[in-house]
């Protein structure tokens, strides 16, 4: 069964440095969102991805943040400068095969973030 | 602000029951509504997603309704089974394509053999 798959799985930083994590969405999919989850708390949504260009963003994507599509199957999440409130776990998800409007969201295991 | 509500937070029961987890939303102009399961540490699996068109989505044990008027939604799960451990997240899409999920909680649903 397809599926969406992320990289790397778990990622410890230092507070400052960049950090990239990794997507590839499911390959028929044109919709591509990140969510991130702290700790104990609820999913939150951080952006949403169509055409080439982000089609809405939550207040938490601020100019720290960036996603990109740089080639046909991967779909990256950068944190120019990372806070120790960064730290979480970053979810990707994608919906919306060619002819498909139901709007169901599928989601891969995630990736955690620890900023030291 | 739009807001999603999960009761009980926590939920323990003996395997073989019957259990119903509940949803509820703030603002009834929703455009669908999506049932999560999430093991510890782990990503979110899609268990069913209910249009706003629609009353109820079935699948396998599984029952989802929705009421949009009282702003509920509900989850049944039959004949639960400790494989059926796991927290149970409701989210709510208002934005149509746009995927901006407004999640809840969750309820975190512990099945005793």
């Known amino acids: 069964e397809p599926e969406v798959t992320q990289t790397p799985s778990h990622q410890v930083t230092q507070m400052g440095q960049e950090v990239i994590l990794r997507c590839v969405p499911i390959?028929?999919?044109?919709?591509f969102y990140w969510y991130r989850q702290i700790l104990g708390q609820k999913v939150e949504f951080l952006v949403s991805?169509?055409?080439?260009?982000?089609?809405?963003k939550s207040e938490i994507f601020d100019d720290q943040f960036s996603v990109e599509r740089p080639d046909g199957s991967n779909f990256t999440l950068k944190i120019r400068s990372t806070k120790l409130e960064d730290s979480a776990m970053y979810f990707c998800?994608?919906?919306?095969?060619?002819?498909?409007?139901?709007?169901?969201?599928?989601f891969g295991e995630g990736s955690r973030l620890t900023v030291l | 602000k739009q807001e999603v509500t999960q009761i009980p937070a926590a939920l323990s029961v003996p395997e073989g029951e019957n259990l119903v987890l509940n949803c509820s939303f703030t603002?009834?102009?929703?455009?669908?509504l999506q049932w999560f399961r999430q093991d510890p540490g782990k990503g979110l699996t899609s268990l069913l997603l209910?249009?706003?068109?629609?009353r109820e989505q079935t699948s396998g044990r599984l029952n989802a309704s929705l009421d949009k008027s009282s702003g509920r939604s509900t989850l049944y799960i039959a004949a639960s089974q400790p494989g059926d451990s796991a927290t149970y997240l409701c989210?709510?899409?208002?934005?149509?394509?746009?995927?901006?999920?407004?999640f809840g909680k969750g309820t975190k649903l512990s099945v005793k053999p």
């Open positions: 998800a994608s919906s919306g095969g060619a002819g498909v409007v139901t709007g169901e969201l599928f």
């Open positions: 390959s028929n999919h044109l919709y």
């Open positions: 991805f169509y055409n080439n260009e982000i089609s809405e």
């Open positions: 603002d009834s102009a929703i455009y669908n």
């Open positions: 209910i249009q706003s068109s629609q």
């Open positions: 989210a709510v899409d208002y934005g149509g394509s746009q995927g901006n999920l407004i």
